[in-house]
């Protein structure tokens, strides 16, 4: 069955520091998709990336960067140089092509970065 | 902003009693979802229509139904409200329902009492 494992609850770290956000996932799809979102205090959820089982390269936006291992099952999420405005629950989500394309949230990692 | 739009906003009732809650999706979306957050079970998913038609069900309870009109908005009728009903939910739309990213609404926080 598929999963999402988020094994940090939360993490806190002081300004300018770099983080890393663990997920790792299970499926017996060839073919996923997998999400980060951002759930600031103000409680919306935010679109950050959307990564397809075929395309391993790292990706890089600013000052977020994420690493998918296809060996290892995981999809980590690193924040650099982070900022007070990068506090937030962060969740990571599957979603299958099979059946439904219904997500498969973990159970979020809040990042409190203080100043 | 997603495009999504969700009310209301904040809803507060009381136990046994009836709500709907009501979701714009983003223009040129066909798919709605509906997803449930609460401290206990997390984020998960209830219902998702395509084009006014229910496409697929997770753990959405008897007492809660859905529904996509024509002009593709979406309601979620909950009934016979407990207490444990008290959550954020959430609308999410895609274009085409088929591993698209969803663009999620602001959610709706109920409160039973």
């Known amino acids: 069955a598929q999963k999402v494992t988020q094994a940090q609850t939360e993490i806190s770290v002081v300004e300018k520091e770099d983080v890393t956000l663990d997920c790792v996932y299970e499926t017996r799809d060839t073919t996923y998709y997998l999400f980060w979102y951002k759930q600031p205090p103000s409680g919306e959820l935010v679109f950050l990336i959307r990564r397809n089982s075929f395309d391993e390269q790292n990706e890089i936006s600013g000052r977020y960067s994420w690493n998918f291992q296809k060996s290892t099952s995981s999809f980590n999420f690193t924040i650099t140089a982070s900022q007070v405005v990068d506090s937030a629950v962060y969740f990571c989500?599957?979603?299958?092509?099979?059946?439904?394309?219904?997500?498969?949230f973990g159970t979020g990692t809040r990042l409190k970065v203080l100043a | 902003d997603s495009g999504v739009t969700q009310t209301p906003k904040h809803l507060i009732t009381a136990t046994g009693q009836r709500v709907t809650l009501r979701c714009s999706p983003r223009?040129?979306?066909?798919?709605v979802y509906w997803y449930q957050q609460s401290l206990d079970q997390g984020l998960q998913f209830l219902i998702q229509?395509?084009?006014?038609?229910?496409?697929a069900k997770g753990n959405i309870l008897e007492r809660f139904s859905a529904q996509q009109f024509p002009d593709l908005h979406s309601e979620l009728n909950l009934s016979s409200l407990e207490l444990g009903d008290s959550a954020l939910y959430f609308c999410a739309s895609s274009p085409s329902g088929r591993a698209d990213t969803q663009y999620f609404g602001p959610g709706t926080r109920l409160t039973v009492l």
């Open positions: 223009s040129g979306d066909l798919s």
């Open positions: 229509y395509y084009n006014g038609e229910e496409r």
């Open positions: 989500a599957l979603s299958e092509t099979s059946g439904t394309y219904k997500y498969i």
